[in-house]
């Protein structure tokens, strides 16, 4: 097949499927989706039926459509060896500071939060896993847009305000942005350099208010050190 061929149409339809039914706040239904879509909803069905018979989605009692456990290994796979590593120090991060600690990694010119953990004693901002949002928004955007080499960064097309807070970042070593992505949140990141890894930031989300960033930078860079040794890398 030539390397221009056009996509699968059926495929890149049940990826936006699957898509539009993990990320929605509430589960859709046929109809929402084939809305959503811009398709018929006989072919919402035929691609909701193959999905069911592989466990990645599912419809509930009322016809809602909900995520699958078949996704559950799947999400699992998507950079196993970096949330093994992650998991523990994120939950020692969250804790200390009571706050949601994650990780995020750039993904299409996105910012993706990989793996996340909430506070165990605090009402704290919810980061779910799969978030995502431009590179150019955030502090976990601006950290992960840091490790790109000058040519991509180039191709975003910064105005002055974020090229001046990117050479910030890589002056003090973190990023901080608030009512940024989310109105009433502010976030603090910094970098998380793995060989062979996606670029990723270790960050925090909290409601915006007062806070010793520098000590809670510090802490962070603590975290990704630890995320690093527990990856076997020690230089």
Known sequence: MSANAAPSQTLARGVRLLKLVAEAPVAPTIAEVSEQMGVHRSIVYRILRTLEQEALLRRDDTGRIRPGIGLAPLALAVESSVQAAALPVLTEVANELDMSAFIAVAEHGDC??????????????????????????????????????????????????????????????????GNEVIPG?????????????????????????DKDIEAVAARLHRGAEQVRARLGDHS
């Open 185 to 209: 949140v502010s976030a603090v990141a910094v970098p998380l350099q793995m060989p062979g890894q996606l670029p990723a930031a270790l960050a925090v989300v909290y409601p915006t208010q």
């Open 112 to 177: 993706y939060t990989l793996v996340t953990v909430e506070p165990a004693r605090a009402h704290a901002v919810t980061q779910r896993p799969g978030t995502r949002h431009p590179l150019e928004r955030g502090a976990p955007g601006l950290v992960v847009l840091s490790q790109l080499d000058e040519a991509a960064v180039a191709e975003m097309n910064l105005d002055a305000e974020r090229l001046e807070r990117l050479e910030r970042m890589r002056e003090t070593g973190y990023a901080t942005s």
